[in-house]
T-cell receptor, first 112, second 114 residues
Framework: KQEVTQIPAALSVPEGENLVLNCSFT??????LQWFRQDPGKGLTSLLL?????REQTSGRLNASLDKSSGRSTLYIAASQPGDSATYLC???????????FGAGTRLFVKA | DGGITQSPKYLFRKEGQNVTLSCEQN?????MYWYRQDPGQGLRLIYY???????QKGDIAEGYSVSREKKESFPLTVTSAQKNPTAFYLC?????????????FGDGTRLSIL
């Protein structure tokens, strides 16, 4: 059974700092891995999607990596801004299946 | 603009009452999903549908029902059998067989018990 864990559960950093959010999963047979952003009381916005055959994806100040053999993904945020404050969720879709398993998220607060 | 519309934004249920949450998408996606989100937890799958007139139970389907009569619409009914319905409900859609396409989400419906 696939389980997805995100550490830390919450993180507070000063503006301008580079930071890394972590995601681990127990089954390496994945179809893809997604990172989402969720603002309070809102739905999820897709940030980056890494296919099983890829090692990383980049979008602006965001870079996500995938290491299937170790069951880990990281989301790197460069030069953090107060507008980055949100909850970041990692989600894994397994190979041969239809379900996507979500982590509980990391709540990020960037202080001005 | 294409997207997913969920309504209402807030909903209150009386004991013994069934309530229906609406989800409409204009993205021409085949697959649609309903998730439940509780504080401090990840999203849990309630039901999903890959095609019109077909749907499958997710991990926590008890006390819920769905229909998929049109490609654009996937309403969720929270029945009186669901004893702990207070949660944030999210609807999503995706292209069915493409590993490069993400799920798209609506803005959610928050359900509370009166």
């Amino acid at each position: 059974k696939q389980e997805v864990t995100q550490i830390p559960a919450a993180l507070s950093v000063p503006e301008g700092e580079n930071l890394v959010l972590n995601c681990s999963f127990t089954d390496s047979a994945i179809y893809n891995l997604q990172w989402f952003r969720q603002d309070p009381g809102k739905g999820l916005t897709s940030l980056l999607l890494i296919q099983s055959s890829q090692r990383e994806q980049t979008s602006g100040r965001l870079n996500a990596s995938l290491d299937k053999s170790s069951g880990r993904s990281t989301l790197y945020i460069a030069a953090s801004q107060p507008g980055d404050s949100a909850t970041y969720l990692c989600a894994v879709r397994r190979t041969g299946g239809f379900k996507t398993i979500f982590g509980a998220g990391t709540r990020l607060f960037v202080k001005a | 603009d294409g997207g997913i519309t969920q309504s209402p934004k807030y909903l209150f249920r009386k004991e013994g009452q069934n309530v229906t949450l609406s989800c409409e998408q204009n993205l021409n996606h085949d697959a649609m999903y309903w998730y439940r989100q509780d504080p401090g937890q990840g999203l849990r799958l309630i039901y999903y549908s890959q095609i019109v007139n077909d749907f499958q139970k997710g991990d926590i389907a008890e006390g819920y029902s769905v229909s998929r009569e049109k490609k654009e619409s996937f309403p969720l009914t929270v029945t009186s059998a669901q004893k702990n319905p207070t949660a944030f409900y999210l609807c999503a859609s995706s292209i069915l067989h493409n590993s490069n396409q993400p799920q798209h989400f609506g803005d959610g419906t928050r359900l509370s018990i009166l």
